[in-house]
């Protein structure tokens, strides 16, 4: 038996500890993630959500080890499995990247190489990374496509061909191709109307349930991530103010900005209600004591009067 911690069916697939990361400008420092800490279990869908420029993006690159200068890791831990992601090299990065952690992207469906067909952009895969015959590998892309309920007749489409919810869909099913523990998924269906989104992200947790790895999922759009999310954080100018059970959490949300993001989108069912917006301000003046029988339940404490204007203070 092995023994290493990360193989335990409880350990955390992935572990994040005080995660600070700084853009350092030539006149000002912005701390994009502000001593971020959080954990996804293993087959658990963890999501992130919080407005444009909250820090989203940059914390899950930070996991990916992709930020690139100005942007500089100044404090925490990253481990995934087990690993220290902070201090692999290289050659282990790119081990890891694919076949153990996914990522996609809002924009990945326009990543397709736009003069490759489909079959061959999925076949590389497989002759690449698992060394299978051309034969083989276009059985196992067929099987792909039709695990993302796309017909394998499609694998001699060209991406144009494909509208942009397959291509969304496709892109999704290469990630998930080498079998990933944890599959990051940064707003992966924002540039898609509403419908398609909704198919998208029904089939994502399809897929999740039928292949079992975790999800880190982020978005924006609070009602998506509700749907979808088992466990979530709200994060705000960097720093996460939130923390529980998706559901919890939008029964019971008690940091005045995670209500206040709620408010901010129309439900998806259920009475139309006027939407307030965060640009009159919103005070931070009532935080609850949580109470001891919500386990799982976090929120940060706030002082008295902090006023969230939409922005970064
Ligand atoms: N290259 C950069 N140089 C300087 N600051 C940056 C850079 N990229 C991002 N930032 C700053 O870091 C903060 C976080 O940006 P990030 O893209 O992570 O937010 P986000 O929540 O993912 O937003 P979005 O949903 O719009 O992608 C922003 O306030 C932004 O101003």
């Given at each position: 038996?092995?023994?290493?911690?990360?193989?335990?069916?409880?350990?955390?697939v992935?572990?994040?500890?005080?995660?600070?990361?700084?853009?350092?400008?030539?006149?000002?420092?912005?701390?994009?993630?502000?001593?971020?800490?959080?954990?996804?279990?293993?087959?658990?869908?963890?999501?992130?959500?919080?407005?444009?420029?909250?820090?989203?993006?940059?914390?899950?690159?930070?996991?990916?080890?992709?930020?690139?200068?100005?942007?500089?890791?100044?404090?925490?831990?990253?481990?995934?499995?087990?690993?220290?992601?902070?201090?692999?090299?290289?050659?282990?990065?790119?081990?890891?990247?694919?076949?153990?952690?996914?990522?996609?992207f809002?924009?990945?469906?326009?990543?397709?190489?736009?003069?490759?067909?489909?079959?061959?952009?999925?076949?590389?895969?497989?002759?690449?990374?698992e060394?299978?015959?051309?034969?083989?590998?276009?059985?196992?892309?067929?099987?792909?496509?039709?695990?993302?309920?796309?017909?394998?007749?499609?694998?001699?489409?060209?991406?144009?061909?494909?509208?942009?919810?397959?291509?969304?869909?496709?892109?999704?099913?290469?990630?998930?191709?080498?079998?990933?523990?944890?599959?990051?998924?940064d707003?992966?269906?924002?540039?898609?109307?509403?419908?398609?989104?909704?198919?998208?992200?029904?089939?994502?947790?399809?897929?999740?349930?039928?292949l079992?790895?975790?999800?880190?999922?982020?978005?924006?759009?609070?009602?998506?991530?509700?749907?979808l999310?088992?466990?979530?954080?709200?994060?705000?100018?960097?720093?996460?103010?939130?923390?529980?059970?998706?559901?919890?959490?939008?029964?019971?949300?008690?940091?005045?900005?995670?209500?206040?993001?709620?408010?901010?989108?129309?439900?998806?069912?259920?009475?139309?209600?006027?939407?307030?917006?965060?640009?009159?301000?919103?005070?931070?003046?009532?935080?609850?004591?949580?109470?001891?029988?919500?386990p799982?339940?976090?929120?940060?404490?706030?002082?008295?009067?902090?006023?969230?204007?939409?922005?970064r203070?």
């Open positions: 038996m092995s023994t290493n911690p990360s193989s335990r069916d409880d350990a955390p992935l572990e994040v500890v005080d995660l600070s990361v700084e853009y350092h400008g030539e006149y000002r420092t912005v701390r994009a993630v502000d001593r971020v800490s959080f954990q996804i279990g293993r087959g658990e869908i963890f999501g992130l959500a919080g407005e444009s420029g909250c820090g989203k993006s940059t914390a899950a690159n930070a996991i990916m080890r992709l930020l690139r200068p100005p942007a500089v890791i100044t404090g925490g831990s990253i481990r995934f499995r087990g690993r220290d992601i902070l201090t692999l090299d290289a050659e282990e990065l790119r081990a890891l990247r694919w076949r153990e952690v996914a990522m996609v809002q924009s990945a469906m326009n990543s397709l190489n736009p003069v490759m067909t489909v079959g061959d952009q999925i076949v590389d895969i497989f002759t690449t990374h060394g299978l015959s051309k034969s083989k590998a276009r059985a196992r892309a067929a099987e792909l496509l039709e695990l993302v309920r796309i017909d394998p007749a499609r694998l001699r489409s060209y991406p144009h061909q494909l509208s942009g919810g397959m291509r969304q869909r496709v892109v999704i099913a290469m990630a998930v191709a080498l079998r990933p523990h944890l599959l990051i998924m707003e992966p269906t924002t540039a898609l109307d509403v419908v398609v989104q909704q198919e998208i992200m029904a089939q994502i947790a399809e897929l999740q349930r039928e079992g790895f975790s999800v880190l999922f982020i978005t924006h759009d609070m009602s998506l991530m509700i749907e999310s088992h466990r979530m954080a709200v994060m705000y100018a960097g720093r996460f103010v939130e923390t529980a059970d998706a559901k919890t959490m939008f029964a019971d949300p008690r940091h005045p900005y995670t209500r206040a993001l709620i408010n901010a989108f129309p439900p998806l069912s259920g009475p139309v209600t006027p939407l307030v917006g965060l640009g009159e301000g919103v005070r931070f003046t009532d935080i609850p004591d949580l109470r001891e029988e919500q799982g339940h976090w929120v940060a404490p706030v002082p008295v009067g902090t006023v969230i204007d939409g922005g203070s």
